[in-house]
């Protein structure tokens, strides 16, 4: 976020719950400064300046917009620091992550100034904030990324149209109008299309055609003319058999040909017909009806393919149930969850999926979390507990407090990423995507220049090269070739978002195919996070009294250390004692008056402070802190009682985790913590590392992910999306844990794993890997198809069918390959 006032907020780093440096109690309740408020440099995002108080009647105004373009978070700290020095604009926030821009603005501010001038960046913005109302609908027909590129360009001709919007991988048209549904359908149809308004989260089905299908009957039409040929058939018989079948299984293409040419757009239904029309005027009917057919069956075998991939999203829009039992009173009744409100309770009985998320307040029972965190095993769940919609309630009945509307649920924040995500486009798809652009006119000028020259120069029939013209019509369609890379990601992001693995982008996608070295944060992404007692060091007495007495002092104080030694106390069934005079000693530990006599319970410093020799114990003090320990000592003020050793403790998936990480190819393994040198060696020795870097600041931390990207590598950056933010941002590719219910982490990262579990980023990994394999299959099997072709054309054995085969039998395989992804498993 970049404002235009000159005013540091020097506050707003303490301020900020966002802080990596918060201040913190010590071990017996009192807070000891934090190193926050020492330098902005170890503050976890960065300060911003304040905006300047503004007058109640200034006018401001709020603009929003998506950029396209942006290639890395760089791009987006561009566009601000340029835009923010434009008069009139008062704060302006750029999000790489979601590819939106917010801007705060006079109302004398045009939007379409401030598209200007991220055009003259480099960058397209597309306005959000329009007058007319901006719907999504489910588009059918498009047979390949050139099809999506003619209908927007239709749409886009249509008055009071603002916007438009089309992704072929998703089948979804984003369109902002002042039409009503049934216009924007009609317009959709005249291009050769057809619409439906998306269900939103309601359950969609594809559009299904009713009657006999045009393909059919041309299929029928073509049987008859080529047996015909061979029964003594009359030939004007045939060629009016044939040319019915050119007619109508040709009228459909037909008609997008005549909207993609109005569009200026040369796509492959322009070539098809183009070739299908040649066939004939040479009287070639046979062959045009064939060009026709093929095309049509082709078509549709891609549209039923690729159907498949786009399920993947639809299966998650379907995982919440429509409707729940209310609990009003004692009666229950059946309710639209879009009617449902937060605070409503609502009932779900066992075996019934959970509408929307909320808070058990009553009854106990396991959910299975695999929808939205990919968790086989099932979660129990209790009073107070989160529960989310879409997840199984498995055993017992549960009465939950709605704390999500239907569409701020966690389930629906997934969908709404994960179809943003699919539509964006890859690196290499929009390079493909250019190079078709360029590829298809100048093959079709090649075939123009092939029917012209050659007769010209007396090296054949007329005849003879305008049918290899034809063939070369039909070859410059690079429908294979453009749906080689969308589709592929599709699919691989929808096979993570059913694993519990949110991957934003193809961008990021592409990115963690590549990775070569991943940094982890340690605490509570290779730790659990909280500490725990790993030992006990008795001077005199036994351990119970020593966890007695510790018990006691530690009860009045809320510090994760003082927690830990209650717990493991109270784990073994150790009381605490009678005491009085509880007493927090700042940055040194408490006391307790216990039967007349003030014990204490503290770091060594307080015992040294207070004269109490710690004789043999200072070797064994040093040795513990240097294997990572935090030490409470436990005495009075005349002796030692013992020492409690308080360690946080590595996760039981890391090792596994980092292991699958190894063996998918991931070269190093890299640890980034706070810690001493002796805890972070202890624990990368524990965790399997290949490499620590040890008391870090955030800024170090940043500096840490730099030198790795110094030595070459492609870095990963894990964390937990709030406090490593710095590091998250830095890293080729930021990933964090535990999205599920974690807005910030969402929205921090390019990936998510919503659940809390390490073992789901070696899957990851391999995912992207198998998915840029995959990408480069179809690639290179495109280009090798249309090569062949090429030189068959003019080797002569090339037959107009032969050469539509080739397209759409490599259009199809492609898909089918790409298909795949989806059944990867975990």
Known sequence: ???????????????????????????????????????????????????????????????????????????????????????????????????????????????????????????????????????????????????????????????????????????????????????????????????????????EVPIHKKGASTTTISGILLALGFLGSFNGVTPSLITVLYGLS?????????????????????????????????????????????????????????????????????????????????????????????TIRIGDIVVIKPGEKIPLDGEVIAGASTVNQAPITGESLPVDKNIQDVVYAGTVNESGSLEVKVTKLVKDTAIARIIHLVEEAQEQKAPTEAFIDRFARIYTPVVFMLAIILMAIPPLLGWGSWGEWFYKGLELLVVACPCALVISTPVAIVSAIGNAAKNGILIKGGTFLETAGALNAIAFDKTGTLTEGKPQVSSLHVVNGTEEELLAIAR????????PIASAIVIYASERGISALSGEGFTAIAGKGAKANINGIDHFAGNPKLFRELSVSLGDMESRIQSLQDEGNTLVIVGTHSKILGMIAVADTIRNSTAKALK???????????????????????????????????????????????????????????????????????ADLGIAMGGAGTDTAMETADIVLMADNLEKLPHTVKLSRKALNIIKQNIWFSLLTKLAALILIFTGDLTLWMAVMSDTGAAILVILNSMRLLQLKN
């Not at 072929?168 to 619409?195: R, Y």
């Open 1 to 203: 976020m970049i404002e235009s006032s000159k005013k540091q907020a020097e506050d707003s780093c303490c301020a900020s719950s966002s802080c990596s440096e918060t201040p913190v109690p010590s071990a017996t309740g009192s807070e000891e400064t934090s190193s926050c408020c020492a330098g902005d440099t170890s503050c976890a995002v960065t300060k911003t300046e304040s905006q300047p108080q503004r007058r109640v009647d200034e006018p401001v105004n709020l603009l929003e917009y998506r950029i396209q373009g942006m290639d890395c978070p760089a791009c987006a700290a561009t566009i601000e620091k340029s835009l923010v020095k434009m008069p009139g604009i008062k704060a302006i926030q750029v999000n790489y992550s979601t590819a939106k821009m917010q801007v705060t603005a006079d109302e004398v501010i045009s939007p379409s100034l401030i598209e200007k001038q991220v055009e003259k960046l480099g960058f397209n913005a597309e306005s959000l904030a329009r007058n007319g109302k901006s719907q999504t609908f489910t588009i059918e027909g498009m047979d390949c990324g050139a099809c999506a590129v003619t209908l927007e360009k239709h749409m886009r001709n249509v008055p009071t149209v603002e916007e438009v919007r089309i992704n072929f991988s998703t089948g979804k048209m984003q369109i902002t109008h002042d039409l009503s549904v049934e216009a924007i359908a009609k317009e959709v149809a005249n291009a050769g299309f057809e619409a439906v308004l998306s269900a939103g989260r309601k359950n």
């Open 246 to 338: 050119i007619l109508i299984g040709g009228y459909k293409p037909a008609r997008s040909a005549y909207y993609a040419i109005k569009s200026r757009s040369l796509d492959m239904n322009v070539l098809m017909i183009s070739a299908a029309i040649g066939a004939a005027l040479i009287g070639e009917w046979f062959e045009g009806a064939t060009v026709v057919w093929l095309f049509a069956v082709g078509a549709a075998l891609q549209n039923k393919s690729i159907e498949r991939t786009r399920e993947s999203i639809r299966g998650l829009m379907n995982l919440a149930p429509q409707e729940a039992w209310i609990k009003v009173g004692q009666s229950l009744s059946r309710k639209p969850v879009e």
């Open 552 to 559: 006691t002092i530690e009860e009045h104080s809320q510090h």
């Open 660 to 730: 699958g990480i190894k063996s998918v190819g991931v070269e190093q393994v890299v640890m980034l913590t706070g810690d001493n040198e002796g805890t972070a060696k202890k624990i990368s020795s524990q965790a399997g590392v290949d490499r620590f870097f040890a008391e870090l600041m955030p800024e170090d931390k940043v500096n840490a992910v730099k030198q790795l990207q110094n030595e070459g590598k492609i870095v990963a950056m894990v964390g937990d999306g709030i406090n490593d933010a710095p590091a998250l941002a830095t």
